[in-house]
């Protein structure tokens, strides 16, 4: 029996990422075989153990300090159930982001040049506010800038610091958006 109701959240979901996923066509080929040297070379270890670490100590404070999230974005991932936010969360936007913040801006820019870094910063904290920038109070919105401010020149260091491989910065919003995800489920109840 066809199912009208998620037929239209999978059409809802995917439709908006199209000019994201022509993107990811683009990029993931042109860098896949740096990106399986992050799972093969030693030389990485130590760069796994630290973001391991990071997303430890990210979830511990996300599950022990006050809820921090905004409303919107609880309310919109309970809508989408667990199945659809776990997809979201943490397997399309870490891969397409990053594909578009990292990937594509550095490859097509100068590395030593300052653009690239400024349109991958600006481009990927400017994104995440549209979420709330105009719903919420100034001093939250210059609360929630300054997190994502954070996040996107952590992106880019491990980005620069595997030696542009994307799959830390892949894997690093993986585990962020994996540690928002467990919280948005344990932590927040939508009635």
Avoid at 179 to 184: N, Q, S, V
């Amino acid at each position: 029996m066809f199912n009208l109701e998620l037929a239209g959240k999978i059409w809802g979901f995917f439709a908006p990422r199209i000019p994201f996923l022509i993107v990811v066509s683009w990029v993931l080929p042109k860098n896949w075989k740096k990106i399986k040297t992050a799972f093969t070379e030693k030389v990485y270890h130590q760069l796994w153990l630290v973001i391991l670490f990071n997303f430890a100590v990210g979830l511990l404070l996300g599950l022990l300090l006050p809820p921090q999230m905004v409303p919107k974005q609880v309310e919109h991932f309970h809508s989408l159930g667990p199945f659809f936010s776990f997809l979201s969360l943490c397997l399309v936007a870490p891969i397409l982001e990053e594909c578009l913040f990292r990937g594509l801006i550095f490859d097509n820019f100068e590395k030593s040049n300052l653009l690239p870094y400024l349109l991958s910063f600006f481009g990927f904290t400017f994104i995440h506010l549209s979420w709330f920038a105009f719903t919420l109070p100034w001093i939250e919105v210059l609360k929630y800038s300054l997190f994502y401010m954070l996040a996107s020149f952590y992106l880019i260091y491990i980005y620069r610091l595997s030696g542009w491989n994307l799959a830390f910065p892949i894997a690093v919003h993986f585990l962020t958006n994996l540690a928002a995800f467990i919280i948005i489920f344990t932590r927040y109840k939508i009635s």
